[in-house]
């Protein structure tokens, strides 16, 4: 995990993997993400992010799980902010026809970097 110094812009690498078993989320389908930012333990939220699928590029990671790159934390967002760990909750939109409404939210939550 990563430390970042307040007042800096950063970015931040999100791995695509379910919060309950850490098995790879398939993206295909991804209409929307959105990924929020807060401090641990449920704490106040530094950011949130909305990305449109063509602001989504997928790589993979040195453990083979497809990730996100460029999740920018613009310094003005962290000027006022807590220090200590972060954690992030990626929240995909995902076109599913096995459920009701066609889309499907999976979700994972992360500890992800410190504020220094």
Not at 44 to 70: D, F, Q
Not at 80 to 88: I, L, M, N, T, V
Not at 104 to 110: E, F, I, L, R
Request: glycine letters at 4%; a negative charge.
């Amino acid at each position: 995990m990563e430390t970042f110094i307040r007042n800096h812009t950063f970015e931040v690498e999100i791995p695509f993997t379910y919060a309950d078993d850490d098995s790879e989320i398939d993206l295909e389908g991804v209409v929307e993400l959105t990924v929020t930012f807060r401090k641990i333990n449920e704490g106040p939220v530094l950011c949130t992010r909305k990305l449109s699928l063509s602001e989504i590029t997928l790589k993979a990671s040195t453990t083979g799980v497809k990730s996100i790159g460029r999740i920018f934390i613009n310094k003005l967002d962290t000027i006022y902010a807590e220090k200590g760990d972060y954690e992030y909750v990626a929240t995909p939109e995902i076109t599913d026809t096995n459920y009701t409404s066609d889309i499907s939210n999976p979700a994972t939550k992360v500890k992800c970097f410190t504020l220094a």
